[in-house]
């Protein structure tokens, strides 16, 4: 989807184009067209069985009905010789064809009750294994803020989780907002939650399968909610502790990069943007400490990598309409600088 602005801005649909055809080199697996009927995980596949068996009663319903129609249309059509000054014959009332048509309907309609009554509360009752991992996901204008409170981890866009090949392990999230209402949505994984203000929500998924599994935000929050997109990348147990082991390590300290560090703490970045082990405490964007550890820029906008990066600096506003990221107006040499610091964030 495009979002106009300053003339149409078409790159952004170059943008997404390459974003879309470009592979990924970590070597996991990606679910890049989320099909709700291709499920990973045990939320997302119960509510697909549900999805399957409401689309077979109505499907059956609609050919029942067209049906009927069809064959009245045929049987009962205008003949060479018909009288067209006759009425036809009038039937009034039929107490076995009205206790059809109201019974048949109740009883699908309770049926799909109960169905969908028992499906939403598996998925809400779900008793929690012992290897229970916790994620807080907080809705931002227009990105996601991923915490990880037993790790002391903090995070932009991408949820990384450990995979549940025997169902022994799972990821309870927990949905906040910090401004207006949100969606989180993982088609194969689970179904949607709101992130609303001042209220905590809750959802769980189980991934089956290591891979990168595509999301977004299905509930309309503003001028980039179309590109305000995520990530779920599932990982083996042992690579998750990894990752989890790299992320709490604060910013590498590279003393040949003291200058472009120097240009970085000079700028209102430091206001907005939080870097472990610096000056850096800004809240209000996300946390830079491993920046190139993550996959896209702009939540999902633009791949992760120098030309990409450098743009982004240079103005956000190119790529991502609209955003609260201004363009900082910098010099060549400024921006160059900045970007070679922030390169250095992995």
């Given at each position: 989807m495009v979002t106009a602005g300053r003339g149409g801005n078409v790159e952004l649909f170059g943008y997404q184009l390459i974003a879309y055809l470009q592979t990924q080199v970590s070597g996991l697996s990606e679910h890049r067209v989320a099909n709700i009927f291709k499920p990973f995980a045990s939320p997302a596949e119960w509510e697909s069985n549900l999805g399957v068996l409401v689309i077979a009663i109505t499907a059956g319903i609609f050919v029942v009905v067209a049906g009927l129609i069809a064959f009245t249309l045929i049987r009962f059509r205008r003949r060479v010789g018909d009288d067209l000054h006759q009425e036809p014959p009038q039937v009034y009332g039929s107490t076995q064809i009205e206790v059809a048509w109201t019974v048949i309907p109740i009883l699908i309609v309770f049926v799909l009750i109960g169905v969908t009554a028992r499906v939403i509360a598996s998925v809400q009752n779900a008793s929690p294994p012992k290897n229970m991992l916790k994620v807080r996901v907080i809705g931002h204008q227009w990105w996601w803020e991923v915490v990880y409170p037993d790790y002391s981890v903090v995070t932009a866009n991408e949820v990384h989780v450990p995979y549940s090949r025997d169902g022994k392990v799972a990821t309870y999230l927990e949905l906040q907002s910090a401004d207006v209402i949100h969606s989180f949505w993982a088609p194969q994984l689970s179904g949607k939650m709101d992130l609303i203000p001042n209220r905590t929500n809750y959802m769980w998924i189980d991934?089956?399968?290591?891979?990168?599994?595509?999301?977004?935000?299905?509930?309309?929050?503003?001028?980039?909610?179309?590109?305000?997109?995520?990530?779920?990348?599932?990982?083996?147990?042992?690579?998750?502790?990894?990752?989890?082991?790299?992320?709490?390590?604060?910013?590498?300290?590279?003393?040949?990069?003291?200058?472009?560090?120097?240009?970085?703490?000079?700028?209102?970045?430091?206001?907005?943007h939080s870097i472990r082990g610096t000056a850096s405490l800004g809240k209000f964007g996300p946390d830079l400490t491993h920046l190139m550890d993550r996959q896209t820029i702009g939540a999902g906008v633009l791949d992760n990598n120098h030309q990409n990066l450098r743009a982004w600096v240079n103005d956000p506003q190119d790529p991502k309409p609209g955003c609260f990221m201004p363009s900082m107006k910098l010099t060549d040499s400024q921006l160059d600088q900045v970007v070679a610091y922030l390169e250095s964030l992995k």
């Open positions: 991934p089956r399968e290591a891979g990168v599994y595509f999301g977004n935000c299905a509930e309309y929050c503003g001028t980039q909610h179309a590109n305000m997109m995520l990530r779920v990348i599932a990982q083996e147990p042992a690579d998750f502790q990894k990752w989890i082991a790299g992320q709490q390590k604060p910013a590498m300290a590279d003393g040949q990069l003291s200058a472009q560090r120097a240009v970085y703490g000079s700028l209102s970045c430091v206001s907005c």
